[in-house]
Structure formats: structure tokens, C-alpha cells
């Protein structure tokens, strides 16, 4: 039985239009993001004349579609681009096809048309703020969208029939090339006491992958006359909203209250484990994920990575993790902080679309009905999204 490779394809209701792609998923390796690239096949019967555009569209939405204050939205294009597909611009045998699209078309036939983006560097990766259960409507978040439609003309008046529309996301993966694993120390002196208080808190390394256990080692000399309560350690992320609002958002996703003591003239050196897991914070509000496709491959939100020379103020939300170590003392308390980063290992590069001798599998394009997401169960555009 020969290998198989899964197709992802969506139809307009009308049947006039539809999308193969070969993935959803596009990577983001900082110095250059894979194209979003695939095959309309259309109808020339039910096109009735008509021509055919695909779009991709980068869109910053901060709150509900109906919430409007003063004049100011809450959404935002950040990239659209329109191409139209059909009557082709370009004559097929001259453009430049990827794997996926010369497969497709061998399949599809001389109705397949083939159709290429490249992201501008300084587009935002796909993240979405967590709503909580009784959130109803459009959340905060970075999405991307391929749209494909047939009307008389680009600006012409486009109706849902004749359209389709795929979520799909962008996404980084940790560097090849890793930093040093994060360490800092620092010494605390109290009044009344002779002798200070020594504390140091270190990782094994700089990159965690998402289910992966984080092990933070932390030592204690405390030649202080103070006795130390507890100590308590948490993963805390932060989400910088800085394309609307410079909000700030920081939430605590994991947290080991250890009940550990140590009392004056005591040494202790002891490795914690933490675990950030979406699985332990789904009725959080307010915890970034990435963005969702469907339901079951959805966590927590990567750390967001910035190209050099590129405006922060232009990524929508960027999103970065630090581990905490808290010692309470007497009535006051002593912190410090490791900043690490939490992403997905980088994946094979070469796996770039089907082999020849692979079988050609279609999906259809599904995304589960999550509250909010805007699609229904088959793929089709839910009444209030335009």
C-alpha cells in the first residue's frame, strides 16, 4: 500500500469555487515564513462569467464585531492581499509550482487553478486570548484567513454562496540555535541581622517544549537571623497587547506551593518541577493560546519571537514566559525571576509536500464548533460573519 498524504479541501455552497491546501499550519523560522500556497478548482458552468479572487488577511480583533465606541472598531487588517485566480493572469505552464500544487493539479485537471502568497516579515504569529465559558461572540486575537470568491469584479459585491473561507494559522518553532540557560542570583541583607541571605535560581536550559516538565534548581544559604516560610514557584506568561492598547496582561499557568522551611544558619538545595499545560488552565480567562484550528490541538501560546529591525508595535501581541521563585521571610517576601521560552520542537523542514509515488487523501476542511470561532461543524460561514 503506498504512503498517503491528507489534502485539506472546501467548497462554496453553490459549488462554483473551491480550496486544496496541503497544510494549515505555516511556520515562521524568524528569517523567513514558509508561502501559503494551493489549487482553486472551479466550475465554469456555475461561474456564469464571473471571475475568482483569493485573499489572505492578517486581521487584529480586540473584543466583539459589535462593540464600537466613539467611532473606533475593534478590528483591524493588519495585511490583505487579492489576487485574481480566474481568468488566470499568468498562463499555468509557466508559473512555478510548489509539490503540493503539482500534484493537485495532475488530480484536479485543467479546472485547477494554483495560487502563491508570500508573508510580509513582519507579520504577527496566530494567538487568541482565552475566553471565559460564559464569553459569547469574537475574542482577542491574531487571525489569518485565506478567502476565495467568485464576483464580476474585485470590489463588486460578494455573496456568501459564492465564497470560502479557511482559518488557517501561522505559528514559530523553537531556534536551532539555543541561548544560555537562565540563572540569577542575588543576595539580601536585613536589618538587625549580621549575616546576609544567599539565594540562587537557575534552569537547565533556555528553550522548553510545550508538555514538557520544567526543573528549577534553588539554593538557600541563609546565614541571616530569618526564617524562611515557605517558598513558592510558578510559571507566569505575559501578553503584551501592543498594536491597540499597550494592555498588559499576566497570568499564572502553573504553581508548585512547595511548604518548604528553612531556618536560620540553614543550607538547602533542592530541584522543583513545574508543568505548564493548557489541559490544567481551559476555564482561565485571559491566557493566551495559539491560534485554534480545532479544539483538540490548541495550547498554550509559543513565546513570540522578533526578527531584527522589525516594530514590535506591529505584531499585535507578543507573548513571553518567565519562571518566578518566591520565599516568604518573616512578613515580607523575596523573588526572582528566570525568563525561558515555551515553544513546539522544530519540525522536519524537508517534509515539504507529497512524493511521487504517495497517495493523494482530501479532507474536508473542518473546524469545530467552539464558541466564537465563527464556523460551524461543516465548514460553512455562521450567519453573523461577513
Excluded: W
Amino acid at each position: 500500500m503506498s504512503p498517503k498524504s491528507v489534502v485539506y479541501k472546501k467548497m462554496c455552497k453553490d459549488k462554483s469555487v473551491g480550496v486544496y491546501m496541503g497544510k494549515r499550519d505555516f511556520i515562521d523560522r524568524v528569517d523567513s515564513v514558509e508561502p501559503v500556497d494551493g489549487v482553486i478548482l472551479i466550475d465554469p458552468v456555475l461561474l456564469k462569467g464571473k471571475k475568482v479572487y483569493v485573499t489572505l488577511a492578517c486581521t487584529f480583533r480586540y473584543g466583539k464585531d459589535d462593540m464600537d465606541i466613539l467611532g473606533i472598531t475593534f478590528r483591524r487588517d493588519i495585511y490583505l492581499c487579492t489576487r485574481q485566480v480566474y481568468p488566470a493572469l499568468q498562463d499555468k505552464e509557466q508559473c512555478t509550482l510548489t509539490k503540493v500544487q503539482e500534484k493537485l493539479l495532475q488530480k484536479l485537471g485543467e479546472n485547477g487553478y494554483p495560487f502563491f502568497f508570500e508573508f510580509p516579515d513582519n507579520l504577527p504569529c496566530s494567538v487568541y486570548l482565552q475566553p471565559a465559558p460564559t464569553d459569547v461572540g469574537k475574542h482577542c486575537a491574531i487571525e489569518f484567513e485565506v478567502k476565495v470568491f467568485s464576483a464580476e469584479s474585485q470590489d463588486a459585491k460578494v455573496h456568501k454562496r459564492s465564497t470560502v473561507r479557511l482559518m488557517i494559522r501561522k505559528v514559530q518553532y523553537a531556534p536551532e540555535n539555543l541561548g544560555p540557560a537562565p540563572s540569577v542570583s542575588f543576595t539580601r541583607n536585613f536589618l538587625m541581622s549580621d549575616k546576609p541571605m544567599h539565594v540562587e535560581a537557575s534552569l537547565e536550559k533556555q528553550t522548553y517544549y510545550h508538555g514538557e516538565p520544567i526543573k528549577v534548581l534553588v539554593k538557600i544559604n541563609n546565614e541571616s537571623n530569618r526564617t524562611v516560610k515557605n517558598i513558592i514557584l510558578s510559571v507566569d506568561q505575559t501578553a503584551n497587547v501592543v498594536l491597540y492598547s499597550n494592555d498588559s496582561y499576566m497570568k499564572t499557568v502553573a504553581t508548585e506551593d512547595s511548604g518548604d522551611s528553612l531556618g536560620q544558619g540553614g543550607k538547602m538545595e533542592k530541584v522543583y518541577t513545574l508543568l505548564p499545560l493548557l489541559a490544567n488552565n481551559k476555564e482561565r480567562r485571559g491566557i493566551v493560546l495559539d491560534g485554534k484550528l480545532k479544539h483538540e490541538d490548541t495550547n498554550l501560546a509559543s513565546t513570540s519571537l522578533i526578527k531584527k529591525g522589525v516594530l514590535k508595535e506591529v505584531l499585535g501581541i507578543l507573548v513571553s514566559y518567565r519562571i518566578t521563585v518566591k520565599l516568604i521571610v518573616g512578613t515580607g517576601e523575596i523573588g526572582l525571576e528566570l525568563p525561558f521560552q515555551l515553544m513546539h520542537p522544530n519540525p522536519d523542514s524537508g517534509n515539504s509536500g507529497p512524493e511521487d509515488d504517495e497517495e493523494v487523501v482530501f479532507e474536508e476542511f473542518k473546524r469545530s464548533n467552539v464558541k466564537g470561532m465563527g464556523e460551524d461543524n461543516e465548514g460553512n460561514v455562521s450567519a453573523g460573519e461577513q
